[in-house]
């Protein structure tokens, strides 16, 4: 079964409204996710790094404004994707790390369309 | 470095033949690799990995090779089937952190 729980799978919202997608780690305390984002036919593309109980940490071009990234526990990171706009519409997926050198298990992904 | 957004090349394979897909990575550094297999939408799943004192490894069905000199991962897969059909990523991490850097893909499709 899914380890990581991603919700929703998929929303459509207003040009100017705010958009919440949650990650759950379902079986491992996670003091570290990630959120990437990944446009049709392209690779995954790493946003930022969800630290519990402090300050997410954003890859060089990715606004902290517009994303907002809250991890107040060890099993759900939150991406609040600000005054959306049409491209922003993106596939968004998070992922739990387990530690170095182990592989990261992934949620299931949020489409998101902007109209 | 980071993935460029390139469009993703195809492999087309008959079913029943041997599949190789190809990724060259960016960091000399990076000590660990993996294997992930994306079915349309939906999030990456786990095939192999491999850390960086190898150079091949097996699993069921598909074999990760290394090659560090020229910065190479190659995932080999045995009698592909029509369920292999998909999206196939490599990712690097670079070791000082838990972070995953995605290759740019190859999108692989099976026919009959």
């Known amino acids: 079964g899914a380890v990581v729980s991603q919700h929703p799978s998929w929303v459509i919202c207003k040009s100017g409204t705010s958009v919440k997608i949650e990650c759950r780690s379902l079986?491992?305390?996670?003091?570290?996710m990630f959120w990437y984002r990944q446009f049709p036919k392209q690779s995954l593309m790493l946003m930022a790094t969800s630290n519990e109980g402090s300050k997410a940490t954003y890859e060089q071009g990715v606004e902290k404004d517009k994303f907002l990234i809250n991890h107040a526990s060890l099993t759900l990171s939150t991406l609040t994707v600000t005054s959306a706009h049409p491209e922003d519409s993106s596939f968004y997926i998070c992922?739990?790390?387990?530690?170095?050198?182990?592989?990261?298990?992934f949620g299931q992904g949020t489409r998101l369309t902007v109209v | 470095g980071e993935s460029v957004g390139l469009h993703l090349p195809t492999l087309s394979v008959q079913e029943g033949d041997n599949s190789i897909i190809n990724c060259a990575y960016s960091n000399s550094a990076s000590d660990y690799f993996i294997w992930y297999k994306q079915e349309s939408g939906k999030g990456p799943q786990f095939i192999i990995d491999?850390?960086?004192?190898?150079d091949k490894r097996q699993g069921q069905r598909v074999t990760v090779l290394l090659n560090k000199t020229v910065k190479h991962l190659s995932l080999q897969i045995a009698a592909t089937q029509p369920g292999d059909s998909a999206v196939y990523f490599c990712?690097?991490?670079?070791?000082?952190?838990?972070?995953?850097?995605f290759g740019t893909g190859t999108r692989l499709q099976v026919f009959p």
């Open positions: 990712a690097e991490n670079m070791g000082d952190t838990d972070k995953l850097i």
């Open positions: 079986d491992f305390q996670a003091t570290t």
């Open positions: 491999i850390r960086s004192n190898m």
């Open positions: 992922s739990v790390p387990r530690g170095s050198n182990t592989e990261a298990f």
